[in-house]
């Protein structure tokens, strides 16, 4: 089943939660809605559902025109953070449950149900808890058995609301691995939101990044970390730091000549001195013991942190705000063997120099 979303805004009075979203999603693929808390990707879901309806636009399944239909007619499964298993009911019969409300002629046997619960069960690996209650079952069983809920009425989308936002982070690892593994196997179209960069890369085929009721990109995983489209998702997507300064013909200056720090940024050529932001991943910063003769951006070590086998550095720049132009912490990670070598201490000063970076023109102020 694929699902093409036209031209759809959404206003809850003044609040405009959708900007006019168009999005194609291929049948049989895992989509990601991925952005901050209320960047609109819960009310896409809805609209999609048929849980929310649209100010203007269309949701289209399969070429057909699914706009107006009600959501019991859009044969749509749901998953949402909370569970929402009925407390009174065991394992199976809230897996049945989806099964027993069909109408009279969509009704399978009391057979066939017994069945298809139980191969269900077993898809979840939970058949082995059949006559338990909710009550009895730990948070992330409870929401795999959610998930073996919403598939008993083989719907033809499977919508995911920030399914595992309520488990530690343990749980949910094992979970997001645990439901990719299960849509490999399925193929069900599906739609998950999540404000959690690392469950959206991770799981995802295609990412779909919002902010402000539109969408910064679209793109797999490896597309959205490796060339984003935007300085919002440089920002979004993990840890990053920014550096002020101007772009030149394809270089850019940090924070003004007394740093004397040059990024190269070819994609800016034509830039004439011109305001500009270098987003720098931690990973990309090469830190070393300071020396007159070595440029880069100076700072003080403030804290090393060496867990496991990362280091992570905090640095604090000498020169700071609208002179040095860099944000008040930098952040810099390495090996913590290479970190040992370099016999850093607190409060050591050291030379920082981006090894890369994504360089975004600011316009100039009026």
Known sequence: ?????????????????????????????????????????????????????????????????????????????????????????????????????????????????????????????????????????SGGQRQRIALARALAVEPKVLLLDEPFGALDAKVRKELRRWLRRLHDELHVTSIFVTHDQEEALEVADRVVLMNRGAVEQVGTPQTVWDHPASPFVYGFLGDVNLFHGRAHEGQMLLGGHLDGVSIASPEHASAQDTQALAYVRPHDLDVQPYRSNLSGVVATLVRAIVVGPLARLELMPEQTGPTGGHDPLIEAHMGADQFRQLALKEGDRVSVQPRKARVFLQPEPS
């Open 1 to 137: 089943m694929s699902i093409a979303i036209q031209n759809v805004s959404k206003h809850f009075g003044d609040f405009h939660a959708l900007n006019t979203i168009n999005l194609e999603i291929e049948s049989g693929e895992l989509v990601a809605l991925l952005g901050p808390s209320g960047c609109g990707k819960t009310t896409l879901l809805r609209i999609i559902a048929g849980l929310e309806t649209a100010d203007t636009g269309n949701i289209f399944f399969s070429g057909e025109d699914t706009t107006d239909k009600h959501v019991r007619d859009r044969n749509v499964g749901f998953v949402f953070q909370h569970y929402a298993l009925f407390r009174h009911m065991t394992v199976f019969e809230n897996v049945a449950f989806g099964l027993r409300v069909k109408p009279r002629g969509e009704r399978p046997t009391e057979a066939q149900i017994k069945t298809k619960v139980h191969d269900l069960l077993k898809l979840v690996q939970l058949d082995w808890l059949a006559d338990r209650y909710p009550s009895q079952l």
